[in-house]
């Protein structure tokens, strides 16, 4: 069975302002809407708050709290799974550093979690490769451009806003039978 499709909604007013909340899209029948299932499935991995390592520092430094998904604690044996998020969650409270910063630059980091988030669609051949351009776009915000192939064929491009004060995810997919 295909993913459903996750849509943004535009509104989210009783949620932090870095959270983002997705719902399913419903077709006008009103059946769910399964198509674009790989980026449904990329978007699930930038979205979701992966488990951060035991030497990753925390966003609040008085939180012992390493996120994750309880999912992941047994994923590997039970369906033969991987664990789903990003580390993104870890740069929530950060600022926007360059190349000099001890911790290093953050669009180095950004760049970092979005691959370490994607290569398990490139290990299990769900794409064949994919491009992550980073760029400091304003003073309080990173863009990421995301892009994953089957083959020569980019099947799914995602427009990732990191933003310090709000978080926007847009996604453009091909049109239908290009191959997505």
């Known amino acids: 069975m295909p993913d459903i499709r ?69 994923a590997k044996e039970i369906w033969d799974g991987w664990p789903i998020g990003s580390r993104l969650w870890l740069l929530r409270r950060s600022k926007i550093t360059g190349p000099g910063f001890w911790g290093g630059a953050t669009k180095v980091l950004v760049e970092q979690y979005i691959r370490e988030a994607l290569q398990p669609f490139i290990d299990r051949r769900i794409a064949s490769q994919m491009e992550v351009q980073v760029a400091r776009s304003k003073m309080d915000r990173i863009d990421a451009l995301i892009t994953l192939y089957r083959g020569r064929n980019p099947v799914v491009e995602l427009r990732y806003q990191i933003l310090w004060s709000d978080i926007i995810m847009d996604a453009w997919l091909p049109k239908p039978g290009s191959g997505g």
Not at 26 to 32: A, Q, S, V, Y
């Open 6 to 74: 996750l849509v943004q909604n535009a509104e989210f007013p009783n949620h932090p302002h870095y959270a983002v909340t997705m719902d399913w899209l419903l077709r006008e029948d009103g059946t769910l809407d399964d198509t674009q299932e790989l980026a449904t499935g990329v978007i699930v991995a930038l979205g979701t708050d992966a488990l951060a390592r035991i030497d990753d520092v925390m966003p609040d430094p008085d939180s012992t709290d390493r996120a994750g998904w309880w999912g992941d604690l047994d």
